[in-house]
């Protein structure tokens, strides 16, 4: 198989989008994807597929084949293209496929953008719309939603393992002081964690979303658009900057119903979607230098970080509270903010998290720079824990 | 009139599913018969979520996953005052959703 | 200066005299904190800055909301409107938020209207609870009126706060459904709904002195003052 490598990235701004269409916007990430590798967009671009990654285009906003739109909007044409859906983890699936188009050797070079463009519906439409990923009759019928799970799978982990409100409210200030070094994070705002937690007013600035979680423990609504310019690790000359390689791909898939779940405090198929990347790549957990763990909801980044081999199983909390996870840390988790704030625009989240991983591995994180990264894992978390994918970036050596 | 609530029993190994699945997680046949689904159960893990999708008009909603005595564990809507992991309590029938046409019953454990 | 004769006289509502909204401050999520006061009289031409430019954003019903508090300040600074009173919120001394009301009688008051200048601190929830709080502990009312405009608006107060449904009611605005906050229903949510601390340290008040409108609007992107 062919190796394959990352040659350009881009990334809007997540929050708002303020006018402009669904094209628009995925446009804006995938032609600063094309820029920063220095392909012309135009004739003889090179590009031969494109993929999009999103899960509400068609639901929300009303656009199927999105990907076949995006393709003539930015004059890409004839390049095949898809559109690609597995819920919040489209991006890294996106990707996946992607590697797949090249490492077969049926495509040179492959754009792959992801985008989500929540906002134009309200809260509970939105909430409404992620449930839909959820079992219909075992879990969607009863009004069960994605925070109502993770409330659920809260509560165990705090009985079985003594994770804190406290230990949630640590991991969303380190995302959030993250985030405020990443220009493109949707809230720059950092929350005080004295005043989520213990003062007087807390329980009513940080309410209950879904006991024991709460408001500052869950990421925001966001819309957002990110992108990534795959090329053939052979033929990556041409472009501006020296490409960033795919070392390892995983996914794995669990039961669809959570109540079915073999171990109910258990994210099975993060660890195996994680054990598939390392054995692809030849690394192990203390390899990894730098990671981007899915955390819609604060605990998911303590559980992956178990589940993932940083730490031992109901220790990930413990990790967090000694700053571990932390620029500087053992394991620094979450550089560009994460979900909680840099936002989660469900489809662009996985490639979101691989650009960030991508900044670190070329030195042009700042403000937020791990030192000397040379690997890093992202993993982007499907369903409640369904389909997982996980991808393991590597800086060649000259 | 009283909705009753099934599970699937494999008619080659007799494992149990809820929900239904296409092919029997044990051995593969694809044949089921449907047997009742009720009786006690053990309170696995419970939440209060407050903030509820389009349709729900209430201020929050308890929702629980319990074990019945036959092994299947199952995610339904909760309505007790103060539950505890372990508790034991009934899984009745009910409508978890007023549909436009049609109501949806599921499980609330009381 | 407004000339008093006996025709102005006759124009004006008979005022019942409320005691005055004792300030609060509330720790917001980031550690800055909000004074929620009353306002004078006076002070309305001030404010109806504040609101004017939100008046012609469609995007969650700002422009009719707006305009309601418009008029509805406009009526309380000409002496045309009874018993009404006005909280404002304001964080560094800059004005994030408005709340308004009036008394109908001295046993039932009527909502307004709420409106966040700054979004995404839950100021809203606070300002409209702040509200509910001088109605119901402090004018020793039994019951407040309300209705709400915007989707959100009737999840967070309709839903939030069970509020009691009284159809054959009509509230000024507009005859819609109203809903409504007894006493009974205040006891039950006050404890997970209503935030603050009493009293304000003169200094922070201070700063709420003169408040300092907003030289953005992030409901108004390209605007600045």
Redesign the interface.
Known sequence: MREVGIVGVGHSKFGKMSGGTFTDMLSMAAVQALDDAGVKTGMGHGVDQVFVSTMGAGILNKQSGIASALVDYLNLRPAMAETIENGPASGASAIKLGYMAIASGMCDCVLVVGGEMMRVVSGWEGTDFVATMLHPEAEYNYGLTLPAFAGLFTKLCMEKYGVTETDLSIVAVKNHENATHNPVAHIHVVPNLYCITEDEDAPIMNPYVAEPLRMYHCCPVSDGSAAVLLCAMDKADKFKKKPIKIAGIGQATDTHAVAEREVPTDLLAVRLAAQMAYKMSGLTPQDIDVAELHDAFQILEIVESEEVGFFKRGEGHIAARNGETKIGGKIPINTSGGLKAKGHPLGATGISQVVEIVKQLRGEATGRQVEGAKAGLAVNFGGFGNNVVATILTKEEA | MEQEMYAYKCTTCGELHHPKHYVCKKCGNREFEKVPLAGEVTLVTYTKVYNLPEGYMKPYIGFGIAKFENGLVVSGQLEVENPEIGMKLMATVGVVKEGIGKDYYGFIFK | MMIVDKMEQSLRPVETPMVTYPPKY??????EKLVIRQIAREEVPHILEAVKPLMTVEADFYDIVASRIYSELLGYYRYRVKDEYCLIGTIDGVLVGIVNGRLIDDKVGMSYHTMTLKQ???IGA?LFAAKMEYHLDFLNQEEVLIVAES??GF?RWM????LESRPETWHELGGVPTFVLTKALWEKHKA??????RPVKEELLKTAEHPILPATYAQI?GYKR
């Open positions: 509330i720790t917001m999520a980031t550690g995404g601190l839950r606070q989707p959100n999840k839903i939030e706060y069970e997970t709904k209503l935030g603050g601390r992107p």
